[in-house]
């Protein structure tokens, strides 16, 4: 599936997919943690591709405690 055919991921389903709070997924992106959004909303709406967090989550360092 080509990722433009996708569903599209806010904080919500981010944080959802990896475990953590929507806030967290926040802090990533203001950190430079999170990729660029694919999508920006017509209200200013971050939004990525499913497969565009996965493949991030598949690279991302994992917790101490996990």
Not at 16 to 45: F, N, Q, W
Not at 51 to 65: L, Q, V
Request: overall charge positive; aromatic content about 10%; hydrophobic content about 30%.
């Amino acid at each position: 599936m080509s990722p433009r055919n996708g569903e599209l991921w806010s904080y919500t389903e981010i944080a959802a997919h990896i475990g953590v709070k929507p806030e967290t997924v926040k802090s990533y992106r203001r950190h430079g943690m999170l990729p660029e959004p694919d999508v920006i909303t017509v209200l200013g709406s971050p939004r990525w591709y499913a497969d565009t967090i996965r493949a991030w989550s598949a690279r991302r360092p994992r917790n101490r405690d996990h």
